[in-house]
């Protein structure tokens, strides 16, 4: 079973910066963030593979190339997501999420879920 508490989210004003965190607890494959804005789908922000069984390889949602950074701190065993450049339609509920099975991440269809943790840019 993986835990994932998430925190680092606020209110900023468009252009500004916010770094979210996820602390990790247990083994995964792969982590990830993703959001949703109320009356919209859930939209994968960024997601990277935390094992050697994914190379590392880092994918973004193409609103958000160039603007954030996803980061994962192996020491820790935390997920980072460094949002600059912030805009309102940013604005949303960030999850992080989590799996241990290669077949999941590929289809980023993970079964752990943080509690969320809401952004705001004005």
């Known amino acids: 079973h993986v835990q994932l508490v998430e925190s680092g989210g606020g209110s900023v004003q468009a252009g500004g910066s916010l770094r979210l965190a996820c602390a990790a607890s247990g083994y995964t494959v792969c982590m990830g963030w993703f959001r949703q804005a109320p009356g919209k789908e859930r939209e994968g922000v960024a997601t990277?593979?935390?094992?050697?069984?994914?190379?590392?390889?880092?994918c973004y949602a193409d609103s958000v190339k160039g603007r954030f950074t996803i980061s994962l701190d192996n020491a820790k065993n935390t997920l980072y997501l460094q949002m600059n450049s912030l805009k309102p339609e940013d604005t949303a509920m960030y999850y992080c999420?989590?799996?241990?099975?290669?077949?999941?991440?590929?289809?980023?269809?993970?079964?752990?879920w943080g509690q969320g943790t809401q952004v705001t840019v004005s």
């Open positions: 990277l593979y935390t094992s050697a069984t994914g190379g590392g390889r880092l």
């Open positions: 999420a989590a799996d241990r099975r290669l077949s999941s991440c590929v289809t980023r269809n993970y079964n752990y």
